[in-house]
């Protein structure tokens, strides 16, 4: 049973970073992919960003080009370089493990784990 523990949010003004830090129990991204989720208030926790354990990155639409995933070589660790925020970026963050759920015409990124960390609160705010 892998533990997470998130940490690096804050208040942090529009146009500003952050830098938001995971730390696994085991070293479990040098095997499955990894992934950094946000949940903002009434809205369901969604998947943001993803790294392959071969270093193939992933984002959704509005973060391309603001954040940056990473792992660390202990693959123990995964990072999420926050630039540029925004509002609409105000969350809490939480990490997990990723494996594929796959259809016949689609496969679709899946936590690994069902518990999760207490995740970190990141605000964005003038």
């Known amino acids: 049973h892998v533990q997470f523990v998130e940490s690096g949010g804050g208040l942090a003004q529009p146009g500003g970073s952050l830098r938001l830090s995971c730390a696994a129990s085991?070293?479990?991204?040098?095997?499955?992919?990894a992934g950094w989720f946000r949940q903002a208030p009434g809205n369901e926790r969604e998947l943001v960003a993803s790294?392959?354990?071969?270093?193939?990155?992933h984002y959704t639409d509005s973060l391309k080009g603001r954040f940056t995933i990473s792992t660390n070589n202990a693959k123990n660790m995964v990072y999420l370089q926050m630039n540029s925020l925004k509002p609409e970026d105000t969350a809490v963050y939480y990490c997990?493990?990723?494996?594929?759920?796959?259809?016949?015409?689609?496969?679709?990124?899946?936590?690994?784990?069902?518990?999760w960390g207490q995740g970190t609160q990141v605000t964005v705010s003038s």
């Open positions: 790294i392959s354990g071969g270093g193939l990155t």
């Open positions: 997990n493990g990723l494996k594929p759920e796959c259809s016949e015409t689609v496969c679709t990124d899946r936590p690994l784990y069902e518990t």
């Open positions: 085991d070293n479990i991204f040098g095997v499955y992919a």
